[in-house]
């Protein structure tokens, strides 16, 4: 599997839960295409519920609208799989929450539902801190089948909580 996420680290989730916790953060995930991986991967390490709030898996549209407070109008003009939406779904994540800090994802990860400008491998992210006013946006498109898709996605995530928390 190529990655080409920066900054990967194999201990990666625990760097993220530690920054969490000396900062008193709470983390919360949004996830469609990596179906949870984020948070199973913040969630393994022990004493992971100092920092991880929880998470919510919106494969469906309608989750992304009912839990994540995603607009029809965002999802009609720009698609699930857009900068709109992962901003909306990260700060919905934290107006449903306790959580101080979350991070949302959305993409394509193949085979199939690709089109001409959004082509398997692309993902949104999104990370939301509690008291800003707009999410940090991102755009990637990985290489790879499905799972080095998901994979990479998750390590990104990851690797954006990271950033987040050492600006803190």
Same mark, same amino acid.
């Given at each position: ?43 393994? %390490?022990? +004493?992971?519920? &100092?920092?991880?709030?929880? $998470?919510? #898996?919106?494969? *469906?549209?309608?989750? @992304? ?45 193949? %085979?199939? +539902?690709?089109? &001409?400008?959004?082509?398997? $491998?692309? #993902?949104?992210? *999104?990370?939301?801190? @509690? ?38």
């Amino acid at each position: 599997m190529t990655n080409n996420t920066p900054n990967h680290t194999p201990d990666l989730p625990r760097t993220v839960l530690e920054l969490a916790t000396k900062a008193g953060v709470k983390l919360m995930t949004a996830e469609s295409c990596t179906g949870g991986m984020v948070a199973a991967a913040l969630t393994t %390490p022990a +004493g992971s519920s &100092s920092a991880m709030w929880g $998470g919510v #898996v919106a494969y *469906a549209n309608d989750i @992304k609208q009912q839990i994540l407070g995603v607009t029809a109008e965002d999802l009609h003009t720009h698609g699930a799989v857009s900068p709109q939406v992962a901003a909306a779904m990260a700060e919905g994540a934290i107006k449903n929450s306790t959580a101080t800090l979350a991070v949302s994802i959305s993409g394509i990860a193949g %085979p199939g +539902g690709a089109t &001409s400008s959004k082509p398997v $491998g692309h #993902v949104e992210f *999104a990370t939301f801190l @509690k008291g800003d006013k707009t999410a940090q946006t991102d755009t990637k498109v990985f290489k790879g089948n499905r799972t080095e898709v998901r994979l990479q996605a998750t390590m990104h995530a990851l690797v954006l909580l990271k950033n987040r928390l050492e600006a803190l």
